[in-house]
């Protein structure tokens, strides 16, 4: 991979890390504790969430900036401003910006939109690395504008001899356990910005908007873990307000700032966006909700995620037009899609498709799990006749299938009920299993190769090898499954493997008791890298300051491995 693309862009990160908002409520770490060792910790903006007026009188960008969608010839870049404003977008292949400069006119930010907002960069060149400047003007005279915010990302190529190199992981902020200025913040994300990726896939959990975060936690071994606290953060979210305090909470911190400046994102939900192990139509018994209708809450996730992601759509009704969450279908506004969906196929060159799946939205309730006949399951129908219809379209080389949750995991929903695919039976499939069978026999019977299965949701990090000939259910090829995080929650144990088709642990990593936290068991994120000669994929599994923990390389070409 080229040599500009491992490079890091000069000043303007370091000058956006420390932006802040006077005026709004200061950054509270613990009792005792000031606003200035706060921000001497993690800079930039003051928790509050509604915009203040500065003293120099123009808009700020102290959120940092954040891109998505990349193709070959255009990108999506994000921002959230701290005032009323008009974004605009100055591209450049030089980090210096002396020359070839393109002007690319953005939208108003407003409150409609929670003061966020896109904008869709076109024409540009295949396979390149992209500097780019978002500028914030004062809406009543373009010529109050505040200082520029820069980033970079690389265009996706067109030809098989670039590489591709991504990260995932997920679960961000659970548990409790927050932005900790004695630690450096989520100092993770440094580490994962130093590979310079070519995207992060975010899968699931980005949020915990039913985690409340306390000033103070404390540890086993008598010490305290402090937290930067904010107001909407500290109940569990039902408005909408609340949902974009959620999102706002984790662009507290510098490290991610910086790396959502050099990393593009592609974000996938689950559940802790909305509320534990939730599923369409259900209601809630839980006394800390006053809002007890899930597809409510759904719905206010909804718009927050889609403001506070590089998205064209999901969601955001100031912008596009669409909203609302219809139950158990799909969304009003997705991204590439008139219908509207959150499951979307990203390209990434001939060498990579990435199906990023929605395996919360469409599924039936969480139950016991051994019916016998299922044509909901965990996708959904419709979902499930999209991904069978573009594997089978999909000429890539690698067609990673990134899932939010585990197959092959077995993960309890109280005493009886079951929250992802398994439920502990090792027989015939049974529940939602037989969905995932169905899929299964397809990629066999097509002969489509290339398949690999990604994954978080769990709280450690595992490689699973699923094969017929050890598994009730043998109709499929063999593959792999990959599981990561959390990138910054608390660890638990691993689980249990259900046997019905065939999975077999070759490694794992976790911690050895429940909940402990990112200073007790270090975070999980895992590293895709594609050779762009051989078109061998290695799949590494990492741990914050510990390294590679597990490498497998896998051979192009294969129906199953």
């Known amino acids: 991979m080229p040599h500009t693309r491992r490079s890091l862009f000069r000043g303007s990160l370091a000058a956006s890390a420390v932006l802040a908002l006077p005026g709004t409520p200061a950054a509270r770490a613990s009792s005792g504790s000031t606003a200035a060792a706060a921000a001497a910790a993690a800079p930039g903006p003051a928790p509050g969430g509604a915009p203040a007026f500065t003293r120099s009188g123009r808009p700020g960008a102290p ?26 977008v100055e591209t450049s292949p030089s980090e210096s910006f002396r020359y070839g400069v393109r002007h690319h006119p953005g939208p108003f930010l407003g409150p409609g939109t929670d003061f966020t907002g896109i904008t869709t960069l076109h024409g540009l060149p295949p396979g390149r690395q992209i500097h780019y400047r978002v500028l914030l003007a004062d809406p009543d005279d373009p010529r109050r504008a ?72 404390p540890l086993r071994d008598g010490t305290v873990w402090r937290n930067v606290t904010t107001e909407e953060k500290a109940k569990v ?13 984790n662009l507290l911190d510098h490290n991610l700032r910086a790396f959502n400046a050099q990393v593009p994102v592609v974000a996938q939900w689950d559940d802790h966006e909305v509320r534990n192990n939730w599923y369409p139509g259900q209601l809630l018994d839980d006394p800390r909700y006053t809002v007890k209708e899930v597809d409510v809450l759904a719905a206010r996730a909804l718009q927050a995620f889609g403001e506070y992601f590089p998205v064209t759509d999901l969601g ?56 016998t006949d299922d044509p909901v399951g965990i996708l959904g129908a419709g979902q499930l006749a999209w991904l069978k219809r573009e594997l089978a379209r999909s000429r890539a ?15 309890p929903d109280g005493a009886t009920d079951f929250e992802a695919v398994a439920q502990g039976d090792p027989g015939t499939p049974l529940g939602r299993e037989l969905q995932i069978a169905d ?16 994954t978080a949701d769990v709280h450690y990090t ?32 691993h689980g249990p493997l259900d046997g019905t088709f065939g999975p077999r642990q070759e490694f794992v990593r976790s911690a050895p008791l429940p ?24 799949v590494r599994l990492r741990g914050e300051g510990v390294g590679v923990l597990f490498s497998r390389t896998l051979q192009p070409g294969r129906v199953g491995q």
């Open 63 to 88: 959120w940092g900036v954040q891109s998505g969608e990349i193709t070959p010839f255009s990108a999506v870049v994000w921002t959230r401003s701290d005032r009323p404003a008009r974004m605009s």
């Open 146 to 217: 505040g200082e520029p915010v820069h980033g970079t990302f690389r265009t996706t190529p067109v030809t098989r001899r670039s590489g591709v190199r991504f990260l995932w992981s997920g679960d961000l902020a659970g548990q409790g356990w927050g932005i900790n200025p004695d630690r450096g913040g989520y100092r993770v994300f440094e580490e994962m910005r130093r590979l310079s990726p070519d995207f992060f896939l975010f899968s699931g959990d980005t949020v915990y908007s039913d985690g409340p975060i306390r000033p103070e936690v």
């Open 237 to 249: 979210a039902e408005t909408l307000a609340e949902f974009r305090g959620n999102f706002r909470y």
């Open 316 to 371: 955001r009704s100031g912008r596009t037009g669409h909203s609302g969450y219809p139950g158990s279908g799909g969304y009003a506004g997705g991204p590439g899609d008139a219908e509207g969906r959150m499951y979307r196929l990203v390209q990434h060159g001939p060498l990579l498709d990435v199906f990023v799946l929605d395996m919360r939205t469409h599924r039936n309730a969480n139950s016991p799990n051994r019916q």
């Open 397 to 411: 080389t690698w067609k990673v299938i990134a899932a939010d949750m585990p197959l092959g995991i077995v993960v």
């Open 439 to 454: 899929l299964l026999r397809f990629v066999k019977h097509r002969r489509i190769t290339g398949t690999v299965w990604l």
């Open 462 to 493: 595992a490689a699973n090898h699923y094969a017929p000939e050890r598994a009730a259910f043998s109709d499929f090829a063999p593959f792999w499954e990959f599981v990561s995080g959390p990138v910054g929650a608390g660890g638990f144990p």
């Open 515 to 538: 909940n402990l936290s990112p200073a007790e068991n270090p975070p999980y994120y895992g590293e895709v890298d594609i050779d762009g000669d051989s078109g061998e994929l290695t």
